[in-house]
């Protein structure tokens, strides 16, 4: 089987990025590298991290090791609330730079809204302005802002984010969002793009799996593919960017084999009719310094 390349978007400033993203999101800092390094294999050539998640360094180790140029692995990281502030984000490049053993980083954004203190998150992503204006960045964005967020932030700043990245799947489409960042040419990217990952304690009383949908396991016999594939395909179809994240090599082989057929415009279409409203993940609006605010250690 051979395979078509993995699509590219062209961000609102000119920056290309590969559609297709391979996310460390959970990953042990101790698997980080083998799991990485397994994805740039398979042909992943964007790895989505963040200072939260604990493992840059060995994102970073992975890239270094795989024999591809720093110009073929698209960089993508994310600034925590502790570090908001203008001289503090600063400094939070710093430390996410000197872990990932990169100069520049691709796309630099603030992990949350952080609406409780608004006042930091503006001061924040002026601090990205001005590493994008110094180009220590490529692009800046943002995650997990909601339309009255991006709102603000427009109004606040200069640059408009390059991307929102946002819980999306069958069962969560954030669609007057979305249109809010077609609006905007904000580009949609996707973190739990097949809902693995959204089963977070506290949150959503009932456990239904997009992986176990019947709709769109049909529609994935339909085209002898598996359900994870066809989530992916839909994010890709739309022109979102998906960050899928597996530590099995199976499945990031799996995860990455999406561009070798395509859904109907009914298959597109049904998917879309499977959204619930229902956010598996944390509310955006209960990320607090004072529940979720830890220290970034130095690089």
Partial sequence: MTLNPIPTLTLNNGTEMPALGYGVFQTPPQETVDVVTEALRTGYRHIDTAAAYGNEREVGRAIAGSGLER????????????????????????????????????????????????????????????????????????????????????????????????EVHPYFQQKDLQKLHAEHAILTQAWSPIGGITFYPGYGEERRSTLADPTIGQIATAHSRTPAQVMLRWHLQQGRSAIPKSVTPSRIAENFAVTDFDLTGDELATIDALDTGARGGPDPADITLESFGREIPEA
């Avoid at 502030?85 to 490049?93: C, V």
């Avoid at 180009?135 to 932030?153: C, E, Q, W, Y």
């Fill in 71 to 166: 110009d073929e692995v698209f960089v993508e990281t994310k600034v925590w609330i502790s570090d908001y502030g203008y001289d503090a984000t600063l400094h939070a490049f710093d430390k996410s730079a000197g872990k990932l053993g990169i100069e520049t980083i691709d796309l630099l954004i603030l992990h949350q809204a952080l609406p409780s203190r608004f006042d930091l998150t503006i001061e924040a992503y002026r601090a990205l302005e001005t590493l994008l204006a110094d180009g220590k960045v490529r692009a800046i964005g943002v995650s997990n802002f909601m339309p009255d967020h991006l709102t603000s932030l427009l109004e606040a700043t200069t640059v408009v984010p390059a991307v929102n990245q946002i």
